[in-house]
């Protein structure tokens, strides 16, 4: 079974500095992993995801995440944290040619401090 | 706007009850997810459904029933419904469940049981 391990239920970053946002993954085959933003009272969107090829994955709102087989990890990253990225995230992990169900971590609270 | 629809966005009703919570999948897309988000289990995948058949499931209540109709809608049913059941339901849909294909959440449907 695969599992996700989201690390810090609450981060804060003053905008315009880095934003950081931790997950590793566990998975006994090659996995798809994925970033979905949850705004406040909102679906679920999103960000990014990787499946095969490229490690250094690129998504919408200028986030980006880079998959690392030896550290298990999938970290997201915006290089200047918008007022507007304030939300919760979801780093979620599927197993390749199965059902596709999503495992989902526990989530990231993102506050940004003006 | 993901296009996936979820009906109703709120719901109020007491215990022992019994809802139907209603999800229009995206067009084209054949595999309907159901999830439950709530404060002490985070984000549960209930069940998966492809093209009318189920495909699996996940943490889902025997109280709890889905099933996906020729048109490809679904719907969820909880009954003997108890104050534990108040979440946020989601409704997902993907198009080939084998590759990697982006799983496109609706908004969700609130459940308050009083």
């Known amino acids: 079974a695969q599992s996700v391990t989201q690390l810090g239920s609450h981060v804060s970053v003053s905008e315009g500095a880095l934003v950081l946002l931790r997950c590793n993954y566990s998975?006994?085959?090659?996995?798809?992993l994925f970033w979905y933003v949850q705004y406040p009272n909102q679906g679920l969107q999103l960000l990014l995801k990787?499946?095969?090829?490229?490690?250094l994955v690129k998504g919408i709102n200028g986030f980006e995440a880079e998959f690392k087989k030896s550290e298990t990890s999938f970290h997201l990253t915006k290089p200047s944290a918008h007022m507007s990225d304030a939300a919760e995230y979801f780093c979620?992990?599927?197993?390749?040619?199965?059902?596709?169900?999503?495992?989902f971590g526990t989530g990231t609270r993102l506050t940004i401090i003006p | 706007d993901s296009g996936v629809t979820q009906t109703p966005k709120h719901l109020i009703t007491a215990t022992g009850q019994r809802v139907t919570l209603r999800c229009s999948p995206r067009?084209?897309?054949?595999?309907v997810y159901w999830y439950q988000q709530s404060l002490d289990q985070g984000l549960q995948f209930l069940i998966h459904?492809?093209?009318?058949?189920?495909?699996a499931k996940g943490n889902i209540l025997e109280r709890f029933s889905a099933q996906q109709f020729p048109d490809l809608h679904s719907e969820l049913n909880l009954s003997s419904l108890e104050l534990g059941d108040s979440a946020l339901y989601f409704c997902?849909?993907?198009?080939?469940?084998?590759?990697?294909?982006?799983?496109?959440f609706g908004e969700g449907s609130w459940l308050t049981v009083v």
């Open positions: 998975s006994s085959v090659p996995p798809y």
């Open positions: 067009s084209g897309d054949l595999s």
């Open positions: 990787y499946t095969t090829g490229a490690t």
């Open positions: 997902a849909s993907s198009g080939d469940p084998f590759s990697g294909n982006t799983i496109y």
């Open positions: 979620a992990v599927s197993v390749p040619f199965g059902n596709e169900k999503l495992t």
């Open positions: 459904y492809y093209n009318g058949e189920e495909r």
